[in-house]
């Protein structure tokens, strides 16, 4: 039978066919199994094999499609890279590749902490713009117009006349709260602050705040310390000791900055604490009247501490970085040393 003949060739022309390259594969299905391909011209030939032989023809071509479609899988996978060299070409001694695993900022994981600390003692997270306006920065705040934060020459001005400016602290966002919030208030807002300083080791553009505020009746200068006592054990264990210095702030009465003992030389004396001993680690108060009357709230009702501290600072302490401008220069040789810390 003819077409049996012609299979057969086929059949030999296949099981010699080679894949030389990713482009055999495709080229044999071109060939053999494409629409104009060997396969489907066979198939025509049917019309010509006589009704007493089809049933036998018919299993036949099916056969060889079967067979065609089988090579042109095995070809496909020789041609593939996975499998284009042989096993013995795969060294399985060589070291595999690295994984890098993400780790997060020092500053992230220190914000996530402070947060937490103080979720656990009622204060929730608030948020303002990192671009002011006056009212909110420094007005409300009772700082009072020829204030020294607004000197020019300390603040970044976005726009004056109205003024619009980068804030120079994170107060601000117990404006935005007051204005929309009426007490009890329990808050802690962690986030960036701008001011025109010199960059150094010690000194930045911009770094980070976090601000608590908490209004309410009968809050008073010992649930100012309790909290904050609290929140340094939590933060540096329970050994760490604090002290108060009454201190100035225009938005605070009265006022006074903590101190924690230097976690670094634990009081021998280091460039960190001045070979004091201690550390200032933030600024605190009761919340000025004139703040409370800017928002509507009765300074005679109603009472309420404040404190804010900088995020660098609390991470210097605990990760020992001393200089300000690793924060942001993004070297992977200093960040990739915060691996595994979870916060
Ligand atoms: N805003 C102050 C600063 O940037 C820090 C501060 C001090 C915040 C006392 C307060 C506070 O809420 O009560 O230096």
Redesign the pocket.
Known sequence: MELLDQIEQHKKDIESFVAGNGDAAESFRIKYLGTKGIVKNIMQEMKHVPNDKKKEAGQLLNEFKKFTEEKYETLKAESSPLTAHSAEAIDYTLPGDDVTIGTRHPLSIVRNRIISIFNRLGFVLAEGPEIEDDWHNFTSMNMPENHT?RDMQDTFYVQKNPDWLLR????SV?ARVMEKQKPPIRIICPGR?YRNETISARAHCFFH?V???YVDENVSFADLKQTLYFFVQEMFGKAVKIRFRPSY?P??EP?AEMDIDCLICHGKGCNVCKHTGWVEI????M?HPNVLNNFGIDPEKYTG?????GMERICQLKYRVNDLRLYSQDDVRFLKQFAGVIY
């Open positions: 934060a120079t602290h994170t107060s117990q602050v705040q601000e608590g505020l702030f938005f605070t006022s933030l600024g605190s108060g919340v501490f404040a404190f804010g501290m």
